[in-house]
T-cell receptor
Framework: NAGVTQTPKFRVLKTGQSMTLLCAQD?????MYWYRQDPGMGLRLIHY???????AKGEVPDGYNVSRLKKQNFLLGLESAAPSQTSVYFC???????????FGQGTRLTVV | AQSVTQPDIHITVSEGASLELRCNYS??????LFWYVQSPGQGLQLLLK??????LVQGIKGFEAEFKRSQSSFNLRKPSVHWSDAAEYFC???????????FGAGTTVTVRA
């Protein structure tokens, strides 16, 4: 049982490049989330999804897009990367209601 | 919107001593509350959670937390700290209807021998 898997684990981008981060979960969870973690700021919600085909903005959505075409996958896209997007990105998933969130191992992204 | 405050950025504790991490939340109704732990370079692991009922909840690794509605707090405690408890700890609050989790800034715990 893999849980929540994030791909890739590390990436270095040049300013202006684009990339997609993949989150896959095998727990049949309805809800999925993308967070970014920066020193001293905890985890901040970028986008989330409450079901296949649905997405919504979180606290810091600017510069990111997401898609949830399949229930098990949640993709985070950066169309034109900026140095301010250097961060560690975490994906999480959960059942609706009282279920706890399960987190992936994170993706460390550096934009130079 | 909900929010979480963890007043202590960094705590240093001796091995074997007790530990208490503070968490205060802001939310209009009864929240769902969580404590997560993150070891360096790792993802987040759930320590414990509170949804309703008994306000003192037990978690893994010997941790417990107490929900105090009157103080809007959910402090985490451990009676005797082990060196392996050195990590960053996050308090989080979840709210209906979409149960987004809002996290505090985290408290880094250092354990000295």
């Amino acid at each position: 049982n893999a849980g929540v898997t994030q791909t890739p684990k590390f990436r270095v981008l040049k300013t202006g490049q684009s990339m997609t981060l993949l989150c896959a979960q095998d727990m049949n969870h309805e809800y999925m989330y993308w967070y970014r973690q920066d020193p001293g700021m905890g985890l901040r919600l970028i986008h989330y999804s409450v079901g296949e085909g649905t997405t919504a903005k979180g606290e810091v959505p600017d510069g990111y897009n997401v898609s949830r075409l399949k229930k098990q996958n949640f993709l985070l896209g950066l169309e034109s990367a900026a140095p301010s997007q250097t961060s560690v990105y975490f994906c999480a998933s959960r059942y609706p209601g009282q279920g706890e969130a399960f987190f992936g191992q994170g993706t460390r992204l550096t934009v130079v | 919107a909900q929010s979480v405050t963890q007043p202590d950025i960094h705590i240093t504790v001796s091995e074997g001593a007790s530990l208490e991490l503070r968490c205060n939340y802001s939310y209009g109704a009864t929240p769902y509350l969580f404590w997560y732990v993150q070891s360096p370079g790792q993802g987040l692991q759930l320590l414990l959670k509170y949804f309703s009922g008994d306000t003192l909840v037990q978690g893994i690794k010997g941790f417990e937390a107490e929900f105090k509605r009157s103080q809007s707090s959910f402090n985490l405690r451990k009676p005797s700290v082990h060196w392996s408890d050195a990590a960053e700890y996050f308090c989080a609050v979840g709210a209906r209807p979409d149960y987004k989790l809002s996290f505090g800034a985290g408290t880094t715990v250092t354990v000295r021998a």
